[in-house]
C-alpha cells in the first residue's frame, strides 16, 4: 500500500468532493421536507444550518488520512437512524430516537491500568490531544448489513502513548457509560451491562484503530456513541464500542459483552471473515445500506487485510473467531 505522510496530504486531495455537494443536497431536501424539523429555528440557524435533527457541532480543521477508501459514502441520514445501541432500545430505529436527551457533557475518560501515568481526559482534552483526521471506514455489523463512514478522530495510539503502557500491558480493556435512569430501556437489552470490549494490545496500537470523536464533519450524534467510541474497521461493528467512559490496560484477555452473552456465536477476535460463518447465517455476502439485497461480497478482514492479516500470523481463524 501507498502510505503517504498525512503532512504532505491536503484534505481536498482525499475527501471525494461529492460527499460535500451529496451533503449538500441532503440538507437542502431536508430543508424543504423537514419543515417541522425546521420551524422554530432561528434565521441564524439556517443561515449556518447545523444539518442534523440532533444535536452535534462543526469539526473544523480536519486532515485527510490514506487509511480512507474512496467507495461511496453511505448517506447521513441511513447512518444516523440505523443502529445497534443496545442501551437505548434494540430496534434500529429506537437509538436515534431514545438516546436525544442523553447527556454527554461533562464527560471524563479514565485511562489507567499497567500504565505508567493514568489520568483521566476530559472530552475538550480529546479533542486536542492531536490533529483530527476524517477517516472513511468500511463497516461490516455481523448482522451483514454494512455502511462507509466519513469518522472523525485520530489513531487510538495517539491517546494509549501518553499514559505510557507497561510490558504487563497485554490487552486493552474498554467499558461504556450506563445509566439505568439514562437508559430506560436497558433491561429489555438481553446483555450485561455496561456494554464491554477488547482488544489485544497489537490490534489496538494498529494505526488504523480509530479512536472516533465525530462524523460527517461533525461531533457524533448519541446514537452513533457520543461524545467518543472505538472504530475497528476490520472486525465486526460490536467491537466498536460506543460512549467509552474507561481504558483499561491489563495483563489478561477481558470479556467482551458478545461473547458473554453467547460465546458459541461470538469470539474475543470477532475478524470480518467471510469463510466463517456464523451459525445461524452466512457471512460470505453483506447488504450495503440504504440497498435492500444480500449481495455485496464481504471481503476478508473487511478489506484491510494488507494492513492487518500479520497480526494473526499463525493463527487458526476459525478457531479463533
Ligand atoms: N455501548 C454499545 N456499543 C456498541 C453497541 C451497543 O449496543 N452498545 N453496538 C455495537 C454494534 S453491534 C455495532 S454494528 C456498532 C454500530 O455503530 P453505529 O450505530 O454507529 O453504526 O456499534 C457497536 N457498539
Ligand atoms: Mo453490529
Same mark, same amino acid.
Given at each position: 500500500? $501507498? ?19 451529496n451533503r449538500?443536497k441532503f440538507l437542502y431536501g431536508m430543508?424543504?421536507a423537514g419543515?417541522?424539523a ?13 444539518a442534523r435533527a440532533y ?18 459514502v453511505t448517506p447521513e441520514q441511513v447512518v444516523t437512524t440505523y443502529n ?8 434500529k430505529d429506537?437509538?436515534a ?50 455502511i462507509?463512514v ?42 450485561? $451491562? ?21 462524523m460527517y464533519?461533525?461531533?457524533?450524534p448519541?446514537q452513533d ?64 445500506l440504504p ?31
Amino acid at each position: 500500500m $501507498l502510505i503517504k505522510r498525512s503532512s504532505d496530504l491536503k484534505y481536498s486531495d482525499v475527501t471525494p468532493r461529492d460527499i460535500y455537494v451529496n451533503r449538500r443536497k441532503f440538507l437542502y431536501g431536508m430543508g424543504l421536507a423537514g419543515g417541522l424539523a425546521l420551524a422554530g429555528k432561528s434565521l441564524a440557524d439556517l443561515v449556518n444550518p447545523s444539518a442534523r435533527a440532533y444535536a452535534s457541532t462543526k469539526l473544523t480543521g480536519l486532515t485527510g488520512s490514506p487509511f480512507s477508501t474512496t467507495e461511496k459514502v453511505t448517506p447521513e441520514q441511513v447512518v444516523t437512524t440505523y443502529n445497534n445501541y443496545y442501551e437505548f432500545g434494540t430496534e434500529k430505529d429506537q437509538p436515534a430516537k431514545n438516546a436525544q436527551k442523553f447527556v454527554t457533557s461533562p464527560w471524563t475518560v479514565s485511562v489507567e491500568g499497567e500504565v505508567a501515568k493514568p489520568r483521566k481526559f476530559t472530552m475538550e482534552e480529546i479533542l486536542k490531544l492531536a490533529p483530527l483526521e476524517e477517516r472513511i471506514y468500511r463497516h461490516r455489523c455481523v448482522e451483514a448489513w454494512s455502511i462507509v463512514v466519513p469518522w472523525v478522530g485520530y489513531s487510538f495510539s495517539t491517546i494509549a502513548k501518553l499514559v505510557e503502557p507497561n510490558s504487563n500491558a497485554r490487552y486493552v480493556a474498554f467499558e461504556s457509560y450506563f445509566d439505568r435512569k439514562q437508559m430506560p430501556l436497558w433491561g429489555r437489552a438481553g446483555i450485561e $451491562l455496561p456494554y464491554v470490549e477488547g482488544l489485544r494490545i497489537d490490534e489496538a496500537m494498529h494505526p488504523l484503530t480509530l479512536l472516533g470523536m465525530g462524523m460527517y464533519g461533525e461531533t457524533l450524534p448519541n446514537q452513533d456513541g457520543a461524545p467518543v467510541r472505538m472504530v475497528i474497521p476490520w472486525k465486526y461493528g460490536f467491537k466498536s464500542i460506543k460512549s467509552i467512559v474507561k481504558i483499561k490496560f491489563v495483563k489478561d484477555q477481558p470479556q467482551t459483552t458478545w461473547n458473554i452473552t453467547n460465546a458459541h456465536e461470538y469470539g474475543f477476535y470477532s475478524n470480518v471473515n467471510p469463510k466463517v460463518d456464523h451459525p445461524r447465517w452466512t457471512q460470505s455476502k453483506e447488504v450495503r445500506l440504504p440497498g435492500f439485497f444480500k449481495n455485496t461480497p464481504t471481503q476478508m478482514f473487511n478489506g484491510y487485510g494488507d494492513q492487518v492479516a500479520s497480526l494473526y500470523n499463525g493463527m487458526d481463524l476459525k478457531k479463533n473467531y
